[in-house]
């Protein structure tokens, strides 16, 4: 396996996101407990989520990126691995036939 980390970096992923979520609603309960009017308020709280919205969108996409590498790289893996065993089944093969012909001859 060329990469190690990856279930870490998924991981770590997926503990950022939550991390950021965290972040954001503690952030929108501060600005409404926080002396404002109504306007003051709500304009805060769109300018919060679109900031969050903008962050969750680019973690999102580098999340897809590596998911995408990740079973790119394990079809990868895989069809090297399917590539030595065919070969060595037929090696298995062949040398069954020839002992065959050995003990045949015999």
Known sequence: MADNDNGAGAGAGA??????AGAA????????VAP?????????????????LD?????????QEKIKTTIEDSKD???EK??????????GKEAIEREKERLKNA
Request: hydrophobic share 50%.
């Open 55 to 63: 962050k969750i969108k680019v973690y999102t996409s580098e999340a």
């Open 82 to 91: 399917k590539g030595i065993l065919a070969s060595a089944i037929e090696a």
């Open 15 to 20: 503990v950022l996101l939550s991390f950021i």
């Open 36 to 52: 404002k009017t109504g306007e003051e308020l709500r304009g805060k709280i769109k300018t919060l989520a679109d900031d969050a």
């Open 77 to 79: 893996l895989l069809n």
């Open 25 to 32: 609603v503690g952030a929108g309960v501060a600005l409404l």
